[in-house]
């Protein structure tokens, strides 16, 4: 079955530098979310997309922006990029509206260090 | 604002023997989707089992049960038969039952579970 795919699986980048983190949902899931995941934590909500409109907001930096585009792939943009920006960013893709209860199918995430 | 607690930041379990692993949460729904998601070493998100609120039977995946108490806001994870394999980080999670939105995940803080000979 096709999963939720996400690229790059590593990224390096500089502080103060820009990154940008792209998601391909599993097919016909119409809700996308992202995740930061720093070493030893939980992850953490950072924004959520519902037929391409954003429909909730975690603690996202206002660094960061992200949109979900037609065919329902989705972009984490980052921008000034911070030492503590260094994590684990998943993205999850669901059903939302009436298939609210379906669960995420999350992808293997892309691993961002900041130097 | 929902909240789930994860108490056992570690836990072991012997090969072939049964672990519980517990999480309460804190919510004013009723209307809600509880989910325990395995993270083994590779960092990948695997979903164990899930649970709709308004179901009392209890959900069940081979090795995997939960134990649901609505009443408690409690949703324990066990585990018979512990293979090797069980070693992971478990997170229990929330997600709200509200239709027509996106709900999120909200994650406990989860507990790692290691499996020894």
Redesign the interface.
């Known amino acids: 079955a096709a999963g939720v795919i996400q690229s790059p699986r590593h990224l390096i980048k500089e502080k103060r530098e820009t990154a940008t983190l792209k998601c391909y949902p599993i097919p016909r899931h119409d809700t996308v979310y992202w995740y930061q995941q720093g070493p030893g934590q939980d992850p953490q909500f950072l924004i959520s997309f519902y037929e391409k409109m954003q429909s909730d907001k975690g603690s996202i930096p206002d660094r960061f922006s992200a949109q979900q585009f037609s065919d329902y792939h989705s972009e984490l943009n980052m921008s000034s990029l911070e030492l503590g920006d260094s994590a684990l960013y998943f993205c999850a893709s669901s059903l939302g509206g009436f298939g609210v209860g379906s669960p995420l199918h999350f992808g293997n995430g892309t691993r961002l260090t900041v130097t | 604002a929902q909240t789930v607690t994860q108490s056992q930041p570690e836990m072991s379990v012997q090969e072939a023997e049964t672990v519980t692993l517990s999480c309460t949460y804190d919510t004013s729904e009723s209307d809600y989707?509880l989910?325990w998601?395995k993270q083994p070493p590779?960092?990948?998100?695997?979903?164990v089992i899930?649970q709709?609120a308004y179901k009392q039977q209890n959900a069940t995946e081979n090795r995997f049960s939960v134990n649901f108490q609505k009443a408690a806001k409690s949703f324990s994870l066990k585990i018979s038969d512990s293979q090797l394999g069980d070693a992971a980080m478990y997170?229990c999670a929330y997600?709200?039952?509200?239709?027509?939105?996106?709900?999120?995940?909200?994650?406990?803080?989860?507990t790692r579970l290691q499996v020894t000979l």
Do not use: D, V
Not at chain 2, 95 to 110: C, H, I, M, V
């Open positions: 989707y989910f998601y590779s960092r990948q998100m695997i979903l899930r709709e997170f997600r709200s039952g509200r239709a027509g939105t996106a709900s999120k995940l909200t994650f406990g803080t989860g």
